[in-house]
């Protein structure tokens, strides 16, 4: 029986590809059966889409501004400036330090446009924000408002917790690996803290990139409660082709230095995956009580033997 818990759980995956609907069965289970099962101690959930969100909606407003926009030029168009996949894991990386600490209240606009320029400069990227007009500024942090009041606050993970951080990383349709950086997961989990690095294991969901185009028009649901929802957000088609075309993790294996790890830098991160090419995890968006028995039994021992042997290790 496992009596240790994960310290770090990184939930990786491309779009589509199950990890919000694993995230919400694990929230489902009673803390004893996660404990004993799954090396799960209560959990803490962090995730870096909700920041893309944001700077979607910081873009919108500038175009509609007649600014020129500062992270995405039109609303199916990929990153203007790359490193901001860098950009995204400095934020978890403020947000994991925040867990394991005092935690943080409701954030306000203005705060989260200081934290997008600091984690911009950490990435190396300008600090656009920064030299905006006061006036846009305002008129910015006034329509992103109910967004951000909208983040759930931060609270403080007990030394027992797991912290589960989700992000999903890829690279254009065709590309060769190793992914340049700052694409792929090679990139992204080296600039995470070192903190992170050295208590993390990595649960990986297997999708194949062309399924995780098609669940993603599948799940889409425009609206509040669809494009915002963390089941139900559809990536644009394009983003999916230029920036989910290829999958690195399975590269990152084939590179591993020691069995059931995968090298970034210096350091063997432990890694197991979960093989969700044929779908496994959607009925998960429905009602608990319309689960089918015999699936979520299989999913359970099988999410049991992949965490489990991330604890042994």
């Known amino acids: 029986m496992v009596t240790d818990t994960l310290d770090i759980l990184l ?49 919108q407003e500038l175009r509609r501004l007649g600014e020129d926009p500062i992270f995405f030029t039109t609303e199916e168009a990929s990153w203007q400036e790359p490193l901001d996949w860098i950009t995204l894991i400095h934020l978890l990386n403020e947000d994991y330090a925040h867990t394991v600490s005092t935690g943080r209240g409701e954030q306000t606009a203005a705060g989260l446009l200081d934290r997008l320029d600091r984690a911009r400069v950490l990435a190396g990227a300008p600090d656009a924000i920064g030299n905006l007009d006061p006036r846009v500024r305002a008129a910015i942090e006034s329509s992103i408002a109910t967004d951000v009041a909208g983040l759930d606050p931060i609270t403080a993970a007990g030394c027992e917790s797991t912290i589960i951080i989700e992000f999903s990383r890829g690279g254009p349709v065709d590309a060769g690996v190793p992914l340049p950086h700052p694409n792929g997961y090679t990139a992204s989990i080296a600039a995470l803290s070192e903190e992170v690095r050295q208590r993390a294991s990595i649960l990986y969901l297997w999708v194949e990139p062309e399924e995780s185009r098609r669940r993603n028009r599948a799940r889409a649901v425009p609206g509040g409660n669809g494009d915002a929802s963390i089941l139900h957000h559809g990536v644009p088609e394009t983003v999916m082709t230029l920036s989910y075309g290829t999958d690195d993790m399975e590269w990152l294996e084939s590179q591993t230095r020691s069995s059931g790890t995968i090298p970034v830098g210096s350091d063997d991160i432990p890694m197991q995956r979960i093989d969700n090419r044929e779908d496994r995890t959607s009925f998960l968006r429905a009602n608990p009580s319309e689960w089918p028995v015999e699936e979520v039994a299989e999913l359970h021992r099988d999410l049991s033997i992949a965490l489990r042997r991330l604890a042994s290790r």
């Not at 962090?46 to 893309?52: A, E, K």
Request: no cysteine.
């Open 11 to 59: 939930l990786l995956a491309l779009p589509a590809s199950g990890k919000s609907e694993l995230r919400r069965y694990i929230e489902y289970l009673d803390a004893d059966t996660a404990r004993r099962d799954l090396a799960l101690g209560p959990t803490a959930q962090l995730d870096d889409y909700p920041y893309v969100h944001l700077m979607r909606r910081i873009s």
